[in-house]
C-alpha cells in the first residue's frame, strides 16, 4: 500500500509564492512515478507537474516558469514550489503516484491541500 499526504495549502494574494509538500509512505518504488494535479473548482481534474521517462522536470503550459517540482528522497515525496500564483491557480491540488505493475498500473491520490489565491 501506498500512502501520500499533501500540505502547505493556504490562502495567498495574486503575485504570492506557496511551496507544497507530499509525504509519501508504503510501498514507493520510484519517486520519478509521482506527480502534482490539481482541481480547480467546478473543473475537472488537471495535470500540473512531473517527471518525463529522462527523470527531467516537466510542466503544464499554465504554470511554466512560475511552479517547480522537486523531489523530497528523505520522505520519499515531492515538493512543488509555486511563485507568482494567479487567481487561476486556485484549486485542490494532489500529489498523485502510480505504481506500473504487469497486471495493471494502480495509481494513488493524496487527500488534497486547499490552494486559494484571492485579494
Known amino acids: 500500500q501506498v500512502q501520500l499526504v499533501e500540505s502547505g495549502g493556504g490562502l495567498v494574494q495574486p503575485g504570492e509564492s506557496l511551496r507544497l509538500s507530499c509525504a509519501g509512505s508504503g510501498s514507493i518504488v520510484s519517486l520519478s512515478n509521482m506527480d502534482w494535479y490539481r482541481q480547480p473548482p467546478g473543473k475537472q481534474r488537471e495535470y500540473v507537474a512531473g517527471?518525463?521517462?529522462?527523470?527531467?522536470?516537466k510542466y503544464a503550459d499554465s504554470v511554466t516558469g512560475r511552479f517547480t517540482i522537486s523531489k523530497d528522497h528523505a520522505r520519499k515525496g515531492l515538493y512543488l514550489q509555486m511563485n507568482s500564483l494567479k487567481a487561476e491557480d486556485t484549486a485542490v491540488y494532489y500529489c498523485h503516484y502510480r505504481r506500473y505493475q504487469l497486471n495493471g498500473n494502480i495509481d494513488y491520490w493524496g487527500q488534497g491541500a486547499q490552494v486559494t489565491v484571492s485579494s
Open positions: 517527471f518525463t521517462t529522462q527523470d527531467t522536470a
